[in-house]
C-alpha cells in the first residue's frame, strides 16, 4: 500500500530564509506527485506537480520540488520565503492506474517568522 | 477557472440531525471527491464519483452517503449526525493532473 510521510508538522523560518519541506512516500509502483497550498481559510490549491520528465519541477509563487526515485522523496522548496507564503503544505502521490485517488501527507505548517 | 462551490462556510448541527452538504463545480469534470480534514490527520477521503449516479467509498465513509443525480453537483449526506463528524469538509473535482477544491464547509455537531 502507498503512504506519504510529511516529516514536519510544523516549519518556523525568518522571511527571506531559504526552506525545505519534506516529503517521502512509499509505493512498489510509478506514481504522480503533487504539492497541495491551503492559505488560511481557503481550500486547497495546487503548487506543483511531477508527473513524468525532468526530476526538477517548479511550480507557482517561486517553489520548486525534485523527485528523488532512489530516496523515494519529493522535497519543496524556496531560496526565500515571504509572509505570504505563511500556509499549511500538503504532499500527495497518485498511482497512475488508481483513478485518479490521491493519498496524502498529515501536512507541514509554515511558520514565517519576521 | 474552475470553480467548486460549496453551498455552506459554517455550519452548526445538533447530535441526530440529517445534514447535507452540497458541492457544485462548472468545470463539466467527471471526477468529483468529498474529503474530511482534521489536524494532524491530513485529508481522508470519504466518498468520490467517477460519474452520475456512480459512487465509491473512501477511506472513512461509515455514517455517511453521497448523493451524484447531476454531472456537476456531489452531495455528501451525514444520516445521523454525530460530535465526532465536527470537522472541515472539502469537496473537490479533478482532471487527472490536477484537484479543484472548494473552501471548505466547517461543521460543528453540538
Known amino acids: 500500500a502507498q503512504s506519504v510521510t510529511q516529516l514536519d508538522s510544523q516549519v518556523p523560518v525568518f522571511e527571506e530564509a531559504p526552506v525545505e519541506l519534506r516529503c517521502n512516500y512509499s509505493?512498489?509502483?510509478?506514481?504522480?506527485l503533487f504539492w497541495y497550498v491551503q492559505y488560511p481559510n481557503q481550500g486547497l490549491q495546487l503548487l506543483l506537480k511531477?508527473?513524468?520528465?525532468s526530476t526538477l519541477v517548479k511550480g507557482i509563487n517561486g517553489f520548486e520540488a525534485e523527485f528523488n526515485k532512489s530516496q523515494t522523496s519529493f522535497h519543496l522548496r524556496k531560496p526565500s520565503v515571504h509572509i505570504s507564503d505563511t500556509a499549511e503544505y500538503f504532499c500527495?502521490?497518485?498511482?497512475?492506474?488508481?483513478?485518479?485517488?490521491?493519498?496524502w501527507g498529515a501536512g507541514t505548517k509554515l511558520i514565517i517568522k519576521p | 477557472d474552475v470553480k467548486v462551490t460549496q453551498s455552506s462556510r459554517y455550519l452548526v448541527k445538533r447530535t441526530g440531525e440529517k445534514v447535507f452538504l452540497e458541492c457544485v463545480q462548472d468545470?463539466?469534470?467527471?471526477?468529483m471527491f468529498w474529503y474530511r480534514q482534521d489536524p494532524g490527520l491530513g485529508l481522508r477521503l470519504i466518498y468520490f464519483?467517477?460519474?452520475?449516479?456512480?459512487?465509491e467509498k473512501g477511506d472513512i465513509p461509515e455514517g455517511y452517503s453521497v448523493s451524484r443525480e447531476k454531472k456537476e453537483r456531489f452531495s455528501l449526506i451525514l444520516e445521523s449526525a454525530s460530535t465526532n463528524q465536527t470537522s472541515m469538509y472539502l469537496c473537490?473535482?479533478?482532471?487527472?493532473?490536477?484537484?479543484?477544491f472548494g473552501s471548505g464547509t466547517q461543521l460543528s455537531v453540538l
Open positions: 500527495a502521490v497518485s498511482v497512475w492506474d488508481s483513478n485518479y485517488q490521491l493519498i
Open positions: 509505493s512498489s509502483v510509478s506514481v504522480y
Open positions: 511531477y508527473l513524468s520528465g
Open positions: 468545470m463539466d469534470h467527471e471526477n
Open positions: 464519483s467517477y460519474d452520475v449516479k456512480m459512487k
Open positions: 473537490a473535482s479533478s482532471t487527472y493532473e490536477k484537484l479543484f
